[in-house]
């Protein structure tokens, strides 16, 4: 592939490449083969096929920058959104510029803000915690009390919390059709606590489902330029010790009243805690408490840590998407209040310096090479749900059946062109041994797994 970019005053040549390590150019899902996205519209649990590409379609780089063009479209199925969001993904034509060497802010921090705050690995927005929303004495009114507007600032609303129902399988939703997540992508119905029901009728995979044995993937990057990963890693920073679960050092403040903030200082009051209005309903009714260096699993007050990663074997600054142990996303979800690093990242318009072009070693899996889907089927043995993941993107629909030792098939799904996670649900089956088969062209895999209840 060779491309070049005519300016009015410099011709720009970019350089195909194949030779790069460093995350931040070689972690991003490309789309080579044409996948477009899909979405569901309420009350058809058939998805409608988009004419947009989905995941990233070119990444670019340059001596000291990262370049992803995106769509911002997913690959796996977006919609509905059941809170009266009238809005849908749609093309949001990005570049997004990327350092290739991030630094820590050893100045005044930055805050995150509103709107886009990060980018996952296919191409996806990352919002931090807010929604928009803050308390104020006004005439609007929202769920039952005076929210409305963007409000006085004061007690802003958790988007997590307050949007809940707006949110489809995958967690996310657009804003003015920039779909995005504020918290960790994985479905709903993987979580071990499911606490909404949309997946039941529209059914979609997320980027990534929590393995609680392994260590998790690099998720995407914030707009300083840092890691994000999934919820689990090393217990240790140097890389060494059992594959935990991340935890955020932030905790709901035992309060009643809302007149002051955690730091003691007074404030306009906001509704009292209450069910309409429950503690974590608004980010103020968090509070920061570090924790010592014999706790490594606890992050700091940006959601990260210093860190080895199987990505980043010599140690790098991460954020980490936190769940609670019910695999429910816990505050601050993943990169906030603040930055840890200097804010450079941004969303471009065209590229104005000389760039090479990334091509990842692999353009998408040939369907008949089934060893290049890199399959994982957990957990084994298993309860209530088996997943079958590939680490790479297929480039058509992959057929995936669960037989008993009989030979009886007893259910079968689609792991559908440009996804990486298909499941079954196990609650229905008796206990025993099973064999999936995951079928590819004339290929064939086939793994044991075993059901406990």
């Keep these: 592939m060779f491309r070049k970019l005519l300016l009015p005053s410099l011709l720009l040549f970019s350089i195909v490449s194949k030779s790069q390590t460093n995350p931040i150019i070689t972690s991003w899902l490309q789309n080579t083969t044409g996948i477009m996205g899909r979405h569901y519209v309420s009350g058809n649990p058939t998805p409608i096929n988009d004419a947009v590409l989905s995941n990233v379609q070119t990444v670019q780089y340059s001596a000291n920058w990262s370049y992803a063009s995106t769509k911002g479209i997913p690959a796996y199925i977006t919609g509905p959104f059941l809170d009266g969001n009238p809005s849908l993904a749609t093309n949001q034509n990005a570049i997004f510029k990327f350092p290739l060497n991030p630094v820590q802010n050893t100045g005044t921090l930055t805050n995150t803000n509103g709107g886009n705050i990060g980018v996952f690995i296919n191409g996806v927005a990352l919002f931090d915690y807010r929604d928009g929303v803050s308390w104020k004495n006004a005439t609007n009114s929202l769920a039952g009390g005076p929210l409305g507007g963007m409000g006085d600032q004061v007690w802003n609303r958790d988007a997590v919390v307050g949007e ?63 890691p994000i990963y999934g919820a689990y890693a090393y217990q240790n920073v140097d890389g060494t010790g059992p594959i935990v679960r991340m935890k955020s050092s932030y905790n709901l403040r035992s309060i009643s009243t809302r007149t002051q903030y955690a730091d003691g200082s007074n404030v306009t009051p906001g509704p009292i805690v209450s069910t309409t209005y429950p503690l974590g309903y608004f980010r103020e009714d968090y509070e920061y408490i570090p924790t010592s260096v014999s706790t490594p699993d606890y992050l700091d007050e940006h959601n990260g840590r210093f860190c080895v990663t199987p990505e980043y074997p010599a140690g790098i600054y991460c954020y980490f998407a936190t769940v609670n142990s019910n695999w429910n996303s816990a505050y601050p979800y993943v990169v906030g209040p603040t930055f840890y690093g200097v804010k450079t990242a941004v969303k471009v318009t065209s590229i104005t310096e000389a760039v090479t072009t990334y091509t990842p070693s692999s353009t998408g899996p040939n369907i008949q090479n089934i060893n290049k889907l890199n399959i994982r089927i957990f957990p084994n043995p298993a309860s209530d749900l088996v997943a079958v993941q590939m680490n790479n993107l297929a480039n058509e629909n992959i057929k995936i059946e669960l037989f008993d030792l009989e030979g009886k098939l007893v259910q079968n799904t689609i792991l559908y062109q440009g996804s990486t996670i298909a499941y079954f649900d196990t609650r229905t089956l008796y206990s025993g041994d099973y064999m999936i088969k995951v079928y590819a062209g004339t290929e064939i895999f086939s793994n044991k797994i075993t059901i406990l209840k």
Excluded: E, W
Excluded at 178 to 201: G, K, R
């Design 164 to 226: 809940r129902l707006g949110f489809d399988c995958a967690k996310g939703h657009p804003a003015m059709g920039n779909y995005h997540h504020h918290q960790n992508p994985s479905a709903f119905n993987l979580d071990l606590n499911v606490i909404s029901t949309v997946c039941n009728l529209y059914l979609a995979d997320g980027l990534y489902m929590i393995d609680s044995t392994q260590h998790s993937p690099l998720i995407g990057f914030a707009y300083d330029g840092f």
